[in-house]
């Protein structure tokens, strides 16, 4: 008979084949939340399968609805519409009152889903060059002013090329490519930055005119697995975090050392050499990271 291991309450049950996990948790008086009753109108009955999901059965009419509309990975199932046929291990993944209140929350990123995955995705860091200082010797609104004609140009660049403007912060924007599409996720980043590149050249003489200011922005691009998911509270957002998003600010930063003003990772060349143009290439230290790595300057399209 199969076993279900459950996590975080690291109990062990036996059931019949094609029992439902959560009519196996109510039998074994395990505490598994279903707030809708068990037919498949909430998700907060939810597990991730962290083994056996080949011994699960497939996902019914009801559950493959709601895992398309919340963006589910295979591994994440509904307990009230999953039957299994042999072992598995799962963890609850909503335990109590709080839980249901922050999983109900509505956010911005709703059509991509608010359960965390892993995917593979391009993550683009821009950032004015030398704004600090600048602003310093500008009144409070035009500073707004120029931020906010920037920002508006960069973002439509960035969602014209399927980007997701994940956030501003200061003058710096972070934009993921791929969240929803992975296919060619990095070149629309790279086409993205380079447009944006030119849009600060169009842009610059009408700042110069206003504050004779040289006006310039480093962009960087890495292409890796980060962590993607609905975070915050009572205002949600979209957004990325994990080692690959850290390493993509490291690489927009190389600017300043290497002199340039679009570097990729190595990562990122791999999935586009055959569509770039690159200048040079960098072996670079980066801040907080170990070794040396390969950053390779873009200056345009083949």
Not at 105 to 120: F, L
Not at 175 to 188: C, D, M, Q, S, V
Not at 227 to 240: C, E, H, P, R, W
Request: proline share 3%; glycine share 8%.
């Amino acid at each position: 008979m199969p076993h279900i291991y459950y996590f975080p309450d690291q109990r062990e049950v036996e059931v019949e084949k094609r029992t439902r996990i959560l009519n196996a948790s109510q039998m074994y008086n395990i505490p598994h939340i279903h707030v809708c009753g068990g037919n498949a109108r909430c998700s907060t009955c939810r597990i991730m399968v962290m083994e056996g999901l080949e011994n699960c059965l497939p996902r019914n009419e009801r559950e493959i609805a709601l895992a398309e509309r919340l963006c589910f990975g295979q591994d994440i199932r509904l307990a009230c519409q999953t039957g299994i046929t042999g072992d598995v291990v799962v963890r609850r993944l909503v335990l109590d009152q709080e839980d249901i209140e922050v999983d109900e929350q509505p956010h911005e990123g709703m059509r991509y889903g608010q359960v965390g995955d892993e995917r593979k995705i391009a993550i683009l860091f821009a950032d004015i060059r030398n704004f600090t200082t600048f602003a310093e010797t500008l009144l409070p609104y035009d500073v707004i002013h120029i931020l906010n004609r920037y920002f508006h140009t960069m973002d439509h660049i960035i969602e014209r090329n399927d980007g997701y403007v994940d956030n501003h912060m200061g003058d710096g924007i972070m934009a993921l490519f791929g969240t929803e599409n992975p296919h060619r996720a990095a070149l629309k980043a790279v086409k993205a930055g380079l447009e944006m590149l030119e849009a600060v050249n169009q842009l610059r003489p009408y700042i110069e005119s206003l504050y004779t200011w040289d006006f310039q922005i480093g962009v960087g691009i890495h292409f890796g697995e980060a962590v993607v998911g609905a975070l915050g509270s009572i205002n949600k957002k979209y957004t990325a975090i994990g080692d690959a998003v850290n390493f993509a600010a490291r690489v927009e930063s190389a600017n300043k050392e290497s002199g340039t003003h679009l570097l990729i990772s190595g990562d990122t060349y791999a999935e586009v050499e055959k569509y770039v143009i690159c200048n040079h290439r960098f072996e670079l230290v980066l801040k907080g990271k170990q070794g040396v790595h390969s950053l390779y300057e873009v200056i345009g399209l083949k």
